[in-house]
């Protein structure tokens, strides 16, 4: 009990001081310059498609035109633009009945009420050790790094955490639902849908399939043709700035198109992890798709490592003890530090714990076949398993045969 006591004295003592500095890196970054942050594009963009329709919401020219009128004193330049899908510009429209600084303060409520929902739903122990875990969030960099911005990124943390809760419960159909989330910000989570495929939950794949499509189909009518058009050549050109690269696997290789087929190959691998470990508590292999989906994603900016600080969370709750918990600690410890020591760390970190997941002895390790139960007596996708077992009552011998 006191050495329980100590740690606990020993993480709030790190987590306190970290919290408070970054509220007020935060608030100085904010009074310095109020439109310096991402927010001042969502809400221009907002106000574009309003005032000139959803087709020309990427139209440089009229974004240009919206920042001036909010006095933003931004120039459109190749990282100053709006490249988001249109579903963000259209959460943020109810927004633009409000000046831009109150605007501002309201999306940033709605972010932090994210972050807790996300902690609230994905944070492991009880009492002050779960505190603790939100405590050191707010002291994370690229978490408040991204409060700074104003960042979708809560967002969908927030929602892949909902949709892990209705996993558990058997809710597949709403659990995928909730991952319509994601059009806010793909890249976050890339993997994650066919995760669930893969590790056979077809209701919560179908669901989300269902939703993601209608969204698509929705912003497709919305833009039009050259709408459309326009937003392709803005991503395609946003995949030749080096500083959406530097993040990712094309940074350290030599050229764009061998860094994509060793995208595809983490991606396989990822997914095939996912599969070997579908077995295991949920959450296991929920956060490999989400860290492989990271180290396998085109596209990766600093605040998006919110998503790997859940993925931790998944982690170390669903394979509990001392070495789990060192990892995740370490990869904390590289996103931290990014500033500092740049992305590698944290790349082959992500590919590191891919690895060691995808080792086959980890499954037999923590594979206890009554502690999933719960999570997956109410899932019919399992019906046939349950079968089997009720016919022979044997039913190591019986998963043990599908583990390849």
Known sequence: ????????????????????????????????????????????????????????????????QELDAINSHITIAQLARYVSPPPLAWLVTP???????AAYWVWS?????????????????????????????FGWLPIIYGLQLGQPA????????????????????????????LVLKP?????????LLVAGRRRAFASAVVVLAVITAASIIALGPSGTAD????????????????QTLAAWLPNLELARVAQA??????????????????RAWLA???????????????DDLAMLGLACLLFVSALPGRWSIVYALALVVAGEGFPLWGAGPVIAGELLAVLLLSVPALEHHYRHPEQDRPEREHDPDLEPDRQDLAADGHREAIDSSRLA
Request: without cysteine.
């Open 154 to 181: 809560l967002l969908v943390a927030a929602g892949v955490a909902a949709s892990v809760f209705l996993l558990r419960r058997g809710r597949d159909v709403e659990a995928g639902a909730v991952l319509g989330v």
């Open 109 to 137: 409520a709605l972010l932090v009420a994210a972050l807790v929902l996300a902690w609230h739903l994905a944070a492991p122990g009880s009492g002050r050790i779960r505190a603790i875990f939100l405590v050191a969030a």
């Open 288 to 302: 490999v798709a989400l860290v492989g989906g990271l180290a396998a994603s085109p596209y990766v900016h600093y």
């Open 1 to 64: 009990m006191r050495r329980r006591n100590l740690l606990v004295a020993g993480g709030a003592a790190a987590a306190t001081p970290a919290a408070v500095y970054s509220a007020w890196l935060w608030i100085t970054s904010y009074l310095s310059d109020n439109f310096h942050n991402d927010f001042t594009f969502y809400y221009a963009a907002a106000r574009l498609g309003l005032t000139h329709g959803w087709s020309h919401l990427y139209d440089l020219a009229m974004q240009q």
């Open 231 to 246: 937003y392709i050549a803005r991503l395609d050109f946003a995949t030749t700035i080096h500083e959406n690269q530097s």
């Open 265 to 282: 190959v983490v991606t396989i691998w990822t997914l095939s992890t996912v599969f070997r470990l579908r077995r295991l508590d949920l």
């Open 187 to 195: 890249q976050l989570a890339l993997l994650l849908p066919l995760a």
């Open 95 to 101: 927004l633009t009945l409000l000046p831009y600084q």
